[in-house]
């Protein structure tokens, strides 16, 4: 399995996985060219996209979804009650509403819940030859009901949305600090690394640090967070990238 995030922000956030036999991608933001710009630096074609598996209908994440399947027509998997809100898909040929597990040959897709205010919204976990990536943005919290279908997984890609004390103190009117702290926001860099400090296990390989906020957060400021956080539980775990709104991260070959 090979994971390369091409896109992750407030701007669009867009993921590439290739599985023995499938080419997936998760979420369809920012827009059509620089998706095909990021999927060309991997020798892929967006006409070679299998599967579109969506997280949720915030437009940051679907924002170029109209243009891509008005030229391709990839099977597309969502929640039922998110197309309220992409009317635009209601004739699509290709659209699937399994809730998990899903089965394609050696590849598994389990989907859990996630809490953020979009309807339907979800995150997934593929599962394929021993090895398996969860991919979870944009929740305000996760039930400790799934911290045993989230532990010990081979890959995390992983919401660390803002800094507290930045987000307070920033400029953004009072009512939206409040959502996004809110259980239906987004998690926060100290939420995040408690998290990920509960799931990190002997067969995790490295963690991605997703969703990072331009406004009310900066690259170093999560990760080391997230590296005190484990220090500190005695977890010697140090394999930590964080994604970039305009710069693919390179493939992680699980």
């Known amino acids: ?49 299998d599967y579109v598996f969506i997280t949720h209908t915030h437009s940051d994440h679907t924002g170029a979804m109209k243009v891509f399947f008005k030229n391709h027509t990839p099977y597309v998997f969502l929640d039922e009650k998110m197309l309220k809100e992409l009317s635009f898909l209601e004739n699509y040929p290709n ?3 399994d809730k998990g597990p899903i089965n394609f040959d050696t590849l598994t ?10 309807p339907g ?3 997934y ?10 991919y979870i943005t944009d929740t305000g919290y996760i039930n400790h009901k799934l911290f045993d279908k ?10 660390s949305n803002h800094d507290v004390e930045m987000l307070m103190h920033g400029k953004y009117p009072t009512w939206l600090k409040s959502r996004i702290r809110g259980d239906e926001g987004h998690l926060s860099n100290q939420q995040s690394a408690f998290y990920l400090s509960k799931l990190i296990g002997e067969n995790t390989k490295e963690v991605v640090l997703a969703h990072i906020s331009k406004e009310n957060n900066d690259p170093e400021l999560a990760l080391n967070n997230l590296r005190e956080t484990l220090n500190s539980n005695g977890i010697a775990f140090d394999n930590i990238i964080v994604a970039k709104q305009r710069e693919r991260v390179d493939c992680v070959k699980l």
């Open 1 to 49: 399995m090979l994971v390369s995030v091409l896109a992750s922000g407030s701007e669009g956030n867009c993921t590439f996985i290739q599985t023995n036999n499938k080419k997936i991608l998760i979420d369809i933001g920012m827009n059509y060219k620089y998706i095909t710009e990021k999927l060309g630096e991997l020798n892929v074609l967006p006409s070679e996209i």
């Open 95 to 97: 659209l699937s509403f």
């Open 109 to 118: 897709v389990e989907i859990f819940k996630t809490s953020h205010d979009a």
């Open 121 to 123: 919204s979800r995150g």
């Open 125 to 134: 976990i593929f599962k394929e030859d021993g090895k398996s990536a969860v």
């Open 150 to 159: 989230l532990s010990n997984h081979s890959l995390y890609i992983f919401e």
